[in-house]
């Protein structure tokens, strides 16, 4: 079943057009990543996808279980099923990490609250203020349960594996692998491609240049050639090689 | 009492603007005769369980209560007697103990301004009288509320609490009218002694309507080594209200005051706190977070004066304003007059950030859900030393605000 489908969709910012004409789709369960340099839309088209006001949807439709959400605010697409692991989530002054934490059980109905900061190694941030002083993997650590107690049916994560040591990194590997065993479907967004060989299920690579979706493969064929070349060079050989192949 | 030259100054100070806040004409009310009432059965149909319940009480925790000009004089608590703390009207205290004659309008002059003045002359010195012997922690909270249950009277309270030496007591005041009284005057004179390493926490709520004029006057002194938190939450509408309470420390006694304010409709709201650092080594630290909505207008002042060595303080006045109309006026003042001392202030006003409330929406928080929640977090202060069990009452108390800070 087509969890989330985007037609032509180009994604504008202040006017000036960032994501050019993607066209995609994940089926329920499936895990896409979305690979390319910084700068190349990567993070605007899952801002679109959860519906920020900063960013607009200039052209083309977001379809999720059917249903035209392109209008829609975030909080309604959050209600459906989506959530976003933002990048750089702010620091809120005040705010108790665990407050939130609460409130989103409540929302969501998770049940898993303990269990889940166990996953994450976040039981010492609960009392703290959100995002507040917070390390660079404390707090994609903290973003990550926040996404989990959403209990969503599409997650959206924005590097995950920027700028997080080892350890974090391992935690929100197994915290990933918990989500897609409990059927998510995600959209995962990194430069570095660091957690990728952690993932225990991955369906589809999708590289993008310049606002554009270039390439779409099976990670067996784009991976090993993208690392060994990198994005320009790399998607120059697969080009060819389909090229050829075709 | 003073004598007739005092009195004869009270008098004339009848007619004494205070400094800050709007002048209210007293000849508009009616005064009430004073009295103290013995049955508690006076207390059924009279609207103060609907007042209590907006301070975060129900009406049999208080150990004072105080409706209109009529004090209730109920039994101690039989949990507080064990710790030998006295608790009964001003009025009765300084007819029958030496220690309120010599404690009452000490910290505070009569003459101050026309509200002290009139509460001198006409208070009838209702309000409470609270003794904490030496050597003496209680652990309990001292409840008291106060509440004005009819149209356009005045009420006086005039509150003394001592804390004697190394002893510790906290003391929850809820001062409040029942929804559909729409005008009045609210006078009180608090003054509070606080002993050598002894320690008072005193919280306290105010909820009133939008023709209320409330003018307290707050005076605390605290031996060497003493400590008084004072936390403060208001968070009606007003019609106008003028505070500005003041800690004198000794010699390494240290303060720290807090004022949570949600201001609304076209209320003025004149709220401060000043410290005083006389002793060396002493310390105070002065918080407030206001938020405006609607029309209102709000003055959050605040100073620390340093006068010893080794005296330390700061101020930190944080206000959200959540409306075009509504206004904010922060005012801190630092004074030193000794090298060694160091005090600091910060000051900042602004609006609820759309970063933080969009990311909250991303959560699937609705916009007026993301609001509450970040002006909660907004006024969330760590009052040091509060007990828990009030600590849980003030936490309701800031949900309820939240909620409606945001309208």
């Known amino acids: 079943m087509i969890l989330l489908e985007l037609s032509g969709l180009s994604v504008c910012i202040n006017g000036k057009e960032i994501v050019k004409d993607v066209t995609l789709e994940v089926k329920q369960g499936e895990v896409h990543v979305i690979m390319g340099p910084n700068g190349s839309g990567k993070s605007t088209l899952l801002s679109c996808i959860m519906g920020l006001p900063r960013v607009r949807a200039c052209k083309g439709r977001i379809y999720y279980q059917n249903t035209d959400i392109t209008s829609k605010p975030p909080y309604e697409r ?17 705010v108790k990490f665990a407050e939130v934490g609460k409130a989103l059980v409540k929302k969501c109905g998770c049940s898993d609250f303990t269990f889940m900061t166990r996953i994450l190694n976040v039981e010492e941030l609960l009392n703290r203020e959100l995002f507040v002083g917070y390390s660079g993997g404390e707090r994609k650590r903290a973003e990550m349960l926040l996404v989990m107690l959403q209990a969503p049916k599409l997650a959206l994560l ?14 929100i590997s197994n915290a990933i692998n918990y989500l897609a065993s409990r059927g998510s479907s995600i959209i995962l967004v990194t430069h570095s491609g660091n957690i990728l060989n952690k993932l225990a299920r991955l369906d589809y690579v999708h590289i993008m240049l310049g606002g554009r979706i270039v390439y779409t493969g099976r990670p067996d064929g784009v991976l090993p050639i993208v690392f060994k070349l990198g994005y320009r060079e790399g998607i120059k050989r697969l080009l060819g090689e389909e090229a050829v192949g075709g | 009492m003073h004598e007739s030259s005092g009195k004869a100054r009270v008098i004339e100070a009848l007619q004494k603007p205070a400094p800050y806040g709007p002048d209210i004409d007293l000849g508009r009310y009616e005064f009430e005769e004073a009295r103290v009432e013995g049955d508690p059965s006076v207390l ?30 109920r039994a101690i608590h039989r949990a507080l007697e064990k710790y030998n703390v006295t608790i009964m009207p001003l009025r009765e205290a300084l007819e029958k103990l030496e220690v309120a004659r010599e404690l009452s309008w000490k910290l505070i002059k009569p003459e101050t301004d026309k509200y002290t003045a009139h509460a001198y002359l006409y208070g009838g010195e209702l309000g409470y009288f609270i003794y904490v012997p030496p050597r003496t922690k209680v652990p309990l909270p001292i409840y008291s509320c106060l509440a004005i249950t009819v149209e356009k009277r005045v009420q006086f309270a005039h509150n003394v609490i001592y804390v004697g030496e190394g002893s510790e007591a906290h003391v929850v005041t809820g001062c409040s009218v029942p929804h559909g009284v729409s005008e009045g005057v609210h006078i009180g004179i608090s003054e509070f002694y606080v002993g050598r390493n002894a320690k008072l926490t005193f919280s306290m709520v105010h909820a009133w309507a939008r023709g209320l004029h409330v003018r307290p006057r707050t005076a605390a002194r605290l031996e060497s080594g003493g400590e008084f938190v004072n936390y403060y939450v208001l968070y009606s509408p007003v019609g106008s209200i003028q505070a500005y309470p003041r800690a004198v420390l000794e010699e390494n006694a240290k303060t720290y005051m807090a004022s949570i304010i949600a201001g609304s409709e076209s209320g003025v709201y004149d709220l401060g706190s000043m410290a005083v650092l006389e002793g060396r080594g002493s310390s105070a630290e002065i918080v407030s977070r206001v938020v405006a909505r609607d029309s209102c207008k709000i003055y959050a002042r605040a100073e620390i004066r340093g006068e010893a060595p080794k005296s330390k303080g700061h101020i930190e006045c944080l206000g959200l304003l959540l409306s075009n109309d509504s206004m904010i006026s922060s005012i801190p003042i630092i004074t030193s007059t000794t090298l060694e001392s160091r005090i600091s202030h910060e000051a900042a006003i602004g609006m609820i950030a759309q970063e933080e409330l969009e990311y909250l929406m991303c959560k699937g928080f609705t916009e007026e859900e993301a609001k509450a929640i970040l002006v909660r977090g907004f006024m969330s202060v760590e009052a040091p030393g509060i007990p828990s069990r009030v600590k849980v009452e003030m936490d309701k108390i800031l949900d309820m605000v939240s909620r409606q800070a945001i309208g």
Do not use: F, K, W
């Not at chain 2, 007042?51 to 409706?67: E, F, K, N």
């Open chain 1, 78 to 94: 959050a209600t459906m099923g989506i959530a976003l692991a933002h990048q750089s989530p702010p620091s809120i002054r005040g």
């Open chain 2, 44 to 73: 059924s149909e009279s609207g103060l369980e609907r007042a209590a319940m907006r301070v975060g009480m129900d009406s049999s925790s208080p150990s004072y209560i105080q409706l209109n000009q009529m004090a209730i004089y």
């Open chain 1, 158 to 171: 924005d590097e995950p594996d920027s700028g997080v040591d080892i350890e974090s990194l391992d935690l």
